[in-house]
């Protein structure tokens, strides 16, 4: 039996229009427990592994974006935050720096350029795992990577390690990555990463066929992904290379909102 609970609160101070800073405290704990059957219909527990942790987080933002129907065109938007463990109540100890940087050009016909930049880096005894990846999609599914025939995960979710509460820091203490559009889920894991994406968004069969914002807002994307892994990497095999990672991606498709959510 998996059980993951706990309470997070939040607290915003605005600095001014654009700026804000974001304060944080989480209290979790994962409880793993292994039941052995009885074979008369009882269930006797047979082991129990606990990860309580207390995360204090702290960001800041700035945002002075100006939005279309479906998107941001012009401006910036950043963040960058500290995630640290406590030790108080604790098992595991590390400290993470994230950092998300967006910046919007407003071009001529409802186009529009969008540059990101995201990533981190995560010190300490138990670094967070950054995933990148992409995301799964409609027809993705969850058959076993290592025969090849899924098409999800490109390594195990639950990492390479048999002991249980490695497997727990694992699925509830990594950080995703994405999008790496092209990828799967999980191509490449490592404690300090970094993504770049750019598009250039354009208001596709709209521009011709007006009619269709009856439907919903429709726009097209052409875009360039590139994604690279440093430090600890995951090789995917239950081992650990130091060697740098790298994946670059790119493509165009169709971008659609329904008519009720815009």
Known sequence: RLRHYGVDVVASYPVNRYHRLDFGLTATNVENTIFRNTG????IEMRKDDLPTIL????????????????PVDGWR????????????????????????RRYFRLFGGTSIALRMSGGASYGPDAQSFLVGGLPWLLSDEEDYRTGGGTRYAQDPFGDSPDITDQLKRIYFSEYLTP??????MEMVADRAALFNL??????????????????????VLFTDYGVVWGNVADGNGGIVTKPQTVHTYGWG?????????
Not at 56 to 71: A, G, I, K, L, Q
Not at 200 to 214: D, I, K
């Open 254 to 262: 169709p971008r659609f909102i329904d008519r009720k959510s815009v």
């Open 199 to 220: 598009e250039y968004r354009f208001p596709f069969l709209l521009y011709y066929f007006p009619a269709l914002r009856m439907l919903g807002q429709i726009s097209g």
């Open 56 to 71: 204090p987080h702290v960001s800041h933002v700035w945002d002075n974006t100006e939005w279309s129907y479906m998107f």
């Open 78 to 101: 950043t963040q960058v935050g500290l995630t640290t463990s406590t030790g108080i109540n604790s098992t595991i100890s590390f400290q993470t720096l994230t950092y998300d940087l």
């Open 40 to 43: 008369e219909g009882r269930y």
């Open 180 to 185: 790496l559009r092209g990828t799967k889920m």
